[in-house]
């Protein structure tokens, strides 16, 4: 519940909120989708957490940069986070990149859904 709500503000603040000129980022990706990646692959709390600290270091005393991330999840469950279900085929929506042990970088697919 909490996490379709923060998905769906996220979508209204992406499509129509950065029009008028609120979507200027210093990383990639950007803080908006950043805190979609993090709402969507940890729990509620922690994706609130972290991307608060994203957004408090997007300003002009941090370089900025690349700065995908990072969660935590068992070595078995990792085929099970990487796709969605398709009918009889998947579709891989996220890779998870190890950092170290049970930890994974978020990076988003870029195929056609």
Known sequence: ?????????????????TVLGFGSCR???????YAKWQV?????F??????????LR????FDGGIDYP???MKRNLCKIALCN??????????????KN???YYVIKSFQKD
Do not use: G, H
């Not at 519940?1 to 499509?15: P, T």
């Not at 922690?46 to 957004?55: C, M, N, V």
């Not at 997007?58 to 005393?61: A, E, F, T, W, Y």
């Open 70 to 72: 990072v969660i935590k």
């Open 101 to 103: 042990r049970d930890y």
């Open 40 to 44: 969507e692959k940890n729990n509620f």
């Open 85 to 98: 279900e398709n009918k009889n085929s998947f579709i891989v929506k996220f890779w998870l990149v190890p």
């Open 46 to 55: 922690k994706a609130i957490w972290f991307t608060a600290l994203r957004i």
């Open 27 to 33: 990383f990639y990706p950007t803080c908006s989708e």
């Open 1 to 17: 519940m909490l996490k379709q709500v923060a998905l769906s503000f996220l979508n209204f603040y992406q499509k129509f909120l």
């Open 58 to 61: 997007c300003n002009q005393l």
